[in-house]
């Protein structure tokens, strides 16, 4: 059974600091691994996907890494702004034939300016 | 990509009762999901809402408790039945379209059981 850890659990930055989210999982054999921000009291925004054979995804100030033999993903924001303070999730997708996801429990983030 | 709305936002409702939540797509999509996050806790799927067919529940979770409906590929229903406070959580629809990953959620509905 998939198992997906994020540590820390929380997060606290000054603004302008680079912050390093970590997320891991058991079971290496995913299709692809998602990362979401949530506000409080939000829904889920999609932020980066990776597939399984990618190594990096890259948007703007956000970066994601894969290295799916050690299970692990990090997510990185550069240069970080109070807007950025929210939770955020990573999912592993197990197959290209079903679309279920298994999240870990977060990284409740907080900037301060 | 999809944009995906449900209703109602949130709810309070007292024990015994049911609710029942929309979750509406503005373009087709091949999969629809629904999961809870209960307090402080991450997501956990509930169950694959099948086109035309019984949903697809996910262990720990039963069509008593949760039925679930998806007439069509742009809308969905869930029910949560008898309602009791553990039942209290934000339940989020998503849904994934044909050829591309990415797995679009809903805003969510806050739920409140007394």
């Known amino acids: 059974k998939q198992e997906v850890t994020q540590i820390p659990a929380a997060l606290s930055v000054p603004e302008g600091e680079n912050l390093v989210l970590n997320c891991s999982f058991t079971?290496?054999?995913?299709?692809?691994l998602q990362w979401f921000r949530q506000d409080p009291g939000k829904g889920l925004t999609s932020l980066l996907l990776?597939?399984?054979?990618?190594r990096e995804q890259t948007s703007g100030r956000l970066n994601a890494s894969l290295d799916k033999s050690s299970g692990r993903s990090t997510l990185y924001i550069a240069a970080s702004q109070p807007g950025d303070s929210a939770t955020y999730l990573c999912?592993?997708?197990?197959?290209?034939?079903?679309?279920?996801?298994?999240f870990g429990g977060g990284t409740r983030v907080l900037v301060k300016p | 990509s999809a944009v995906i709305s449900q209703k109602p936002s949130r709810d309070i409702c007292q024990r015994g009762t049911s609710l029942t939540i929309q979750c509406q797509v503005d373009?087709?999509?091949?999969?629809m999901f629904w999961y809870r996050q209960q307090p402080g806790q991450s997501l956990t799927l509930i169950a694959t809402?099948?086109?035309?067919?019984?949903?697809?529940?996910e262990s720990g979770f039963v069509i008593d408790k949760f039925p679930i409906s998806r007439p069509n590929l742009t809308f969905s229903t869930l029910t949560v039945s008898n309602m009791s406070p553990e039942d209290s959580s934000i339940y989020l629809c998503?849904?994934?379209?044909?050829?591309?990953?990415?797995?679009?959620f809903g805003p969510g509905t806050r739920l409140t059981v007394l």
């Open positions: 999912a592993v997708r197990r197959s290209a034939a079903g679309n279920k996801l298994t």
């Open positions: 079971d290496s054999a995913i299709y692809n």
């Open positions: 990776i597939q399984s054979s990618q």
């Open positions: 373009s087709q999509v091949t999969m």
């Open positions: 809402a099948n086109q035309g067919s019984e949903a697809t529940y």
């Open positions: 998503s849904g994934a379209q044909g050829g591309t990953d990415t797995q679009y």
